[in-house]
C-alpha cells in the first residue's frame, strides 16, 4: 500500500514569492491534514480535512496560506506571499480515525 | 486550549530501559498518541492509549492515566535505532490533535 505522497520535497524561494504544496492522501483516507513544523518543535496542525469539508482551520494564517481539497482525494497547500518566517517543514497527513495519523515525508521550505 | 509537557531529552545506553513522560492539559480528552521521529524524516505512529492503562507493542508500551492527565512511553531493549526525537499528542474537544514539543532520545553504544 502506498503511503502519504507529499511534493516537492524541497523548496527554496524569494520572500514574497508564492509557493505550492502537493498532497496525495493515503487510498479511503478521508481525513487528511495540514501541520508545519519548526526545527526543534512538534508538528502544529494548520488545517483538517473530512473528505472535502474544511472542519478544522483555526490555525491557517488566512491573510496569506489557503489551501483546497478537491474532489476530497488530492489537496493543496499555498502560501502566498510567503514570508522569511514561515521557513518551516510542511507535513501532510492522513488517517482513518484520530487514533493514528499517517505522514507523507514532509516539504521543506526555506525562504530567502 | 491543549498543551502538553515532556522531556526535551533523554540520553540511555543500549540494551537499557528509557521512559518518556508526557503530562497534558486539554479541554475534553479522547486519547494520547505517540510518534517517532528521525531526523530528517516523518513523524511514524507508535502507540494510542484511549483507556487507563498500559499498551504494549514489541518492545514499546505506551501507559495512560487519565485522572492524573499523563502517560507515559517505555522503549526496552533500546537499539541504536531508536535515537530519534518521541512526540506525545492528546486528541481533545473538536477531535483536535495537538503534538508536545517532542523528547530527543540519544542511545549511546
Known amino acids: 500500500e502506498a503511503g502519504v505522497v507529499q511534493s516537492p520535497r524541497y523548496k527554496i524561494i524569494e520572500k514574497k514569492q508564492p509557493v505550492a504544496f502537493w498532497c496525495n492522501p493515503i487510498?479511503?483516507?478521508?481525513?487528511l491534514y495540514w501541520y508545519r513544523q519548526n526545527l526543534g518543535q512538534g508538528p502544529e496542525l494548520l488545517i483538517r480535512y473530512e473528505n472535502e469539508e474544511a472542519v478544522d482551520d483555526s490555525q491557517l494564517p488566512k491573510d496569506r496560506f489557503s489551501a483546497e481539497r478537491l474532489k476530497g482525494v488530492d489537496s493543496t497547500l499555498k502560501i502566498q506571499p510567503a514570508e522569511l518566517g514561515d521557513s518551516a517543514v510542511y507535513l501532510c497527513?492522513?488517517?482513518?480515525?484520530?487514533?493514528?495519523?499517517?505522514f507523507g515525508s514532509g516539504t521543506q521550505l526555506s525562504v530567502l | 486550549g491543549q498543551s502538553l509537557e515532556q522531556p526535551s531529552e533523554v540520553t540511555a545506553v543500549e540494551g537499557a530501559i528509557v521512559q518518556i513522560n508526557c503530562t497534558y492539559q486539554t479541554s475534553g480528552f479522547y486519547g494520547l498518541s505517540w510518534y517517532q521521529q528521525h531526523d530528517g524524516g516523518a513523524p511514524t505512529f507508535l502507540s494510542y492509549?484511549?483507556?487507563?492503562g498500559l499498551e504494549e507493542t514489541g518492545r514499546f508500551s505506551s501507559f495512560l492515566s487519565r485522572s492524573d492527565s499523563y502517560g507515559y512511553l517505555l522503549l526496552q531493549e533500546l537499539q541504536m535505532k531508536d535515537s530519534a526525537s518521541y512526540f506525545c499528542?492528546?486528541?481533545?474537544?473538536?477531535?483536535?490533535?495537538?503534538f508536545g514539543s517532542g523528547t530527543q532520545l540519544t542511545v549511546l553504544p
Open positions: 492509549n484511549g483507556l487507563d
Open positions: 497527513a492522513s488517517s482513518l480515525d484520530q487514533n493514528g495519523l499517517f
Open positions: 499528542a492528546v486528541s481533545g474537544s473538536a477531535r483536535q490533535l495537538t
Open positions: 487510498s479511503g483516507h478521508n481525513t
